[in-house]
């Protein structure tokens, strides 16, 4: 196994990667940008926002769709940006958060309370249609989603409460609520996360400096590995076979660190991702 820094982009806080169409796609929230790195050939491309940016995923007609302090967003290769609603126009502490897209097409996304009042933010889903419904709450710190490869089951973070959540999932909504796995060994927070071939859950750590894979079969914690930055905020396998893992990092308030802020990317794991979606709007 190798772990090295990849590109050349340094963020103040990356978050939110997913592996489309031979690139790397990530948002640095307090720059307000989107960023897009090509491993094969180095290139990466950015978009300014406006407005700090939660998460970023592709839409399947071209182009992406954003959630940031004011709902969500078309974003086109150009940079137009497409306002498309904000469901808590009136929570000025809150900002969307992490988000990915569902087999099915629909984008979820929930927000977070910047001053961490306990229960102030909600998981919503954007339809294809363009409507917006809130499907989970109440919640603090809407974090890492992934749905298992069958499609049937979705993962969630909540990270006050240390544990992942999962759900049954049907054609947007979310049944049969059950705790799989507790992180409340770690000392750090569960932040960004992902799922393996093998239906396993890599969590990265906010504050731990590692990334973490758990059954949700069993609870177990697997594996662990250790990364040179504090701030490992989310992680997601790309490459050609989906068997690298990159993991986003952020700059930790006093701790200064060589690498704070870097795309790192760890190779040799001995397991493969899972195809992202991308919104069918």
Not at 155 to 172: H, N, Q, S
Request: net charge negative; aromatic share 10%; hydrophobic share 35%.
């Amino acid at each position: 196994m190798t772990i090295e820094t990849v590109g050349n982009y340094r963020a103040i806080w990356g978050e939110g990667p997913l592996w489309w169409k031979d690139s790397l796609l990530y948002v640095d929230i307090e720059s307000h940008r989107v960023v897009r790195f090509n491993p094969a050939t180095g290139e990466e491309q950015t978009w300014d926002v406006g407005e700090r940016v939660g998460t970023v995923v592709p839409r399947e007609a071209g182009g992406f769709v954003i959630a940031g302090d004011h709902g969500f967003h078309f974003l086109s290769e150009d940079g137009h940006l497409t306002s498309l609603g904000d469901p808590e126009p009136d929570k000025g502490d809150n900002r969307f958060n992490d988000g990915k897209c569902s087999p099915d097409g629909r984008f979820f996304a929930g927000t977070i309370s910047l001053v961490k009042k306990t229960g102030d933010a909600r998981l919503y889903r954007l339809d294809p249609d363009l409507t917006i419904h809130e499907v989970f709450g109440p919640v603090t710190n809407s974090n890492g989603i992934v749905w298992s490869a069958d499609g049937r089951t979705v993962y969630y973070i909540d990270t006050p409460r240390k544990e992942v959540l999962a759900f049954d999932y049907e054609a947007g909504h979310l049944t049969n609520l059950r705790s799989v796995v507790s992180t409340a060994h770690h000392g750090s927070s569960p932040d960004g996360m992902t799922i393996d071939a093998d239906g396993n859950l890599w969590i990265a750590f906010c504050h731990g400096a590692c990334v973490a894979c758990f059954s949700p079969e069993s609870g177990e914690e697997l594996r662990k590995v250790d990364l040179p930055c504090l701030e490992t905020t989310a992680c997601a396998f790309g490459g050609p076979d989906l068997a690298d893992l990159y993991v986003t990092t952020g700059v930790h308030k006093s701790v200064e660190e060589a690498d704070a802020g870097r795309l790192f990317g760890i190779r040799g794991l001995g397991v493969k991702g899972v195809a992202a979606n991308g919104f069918a709007g």
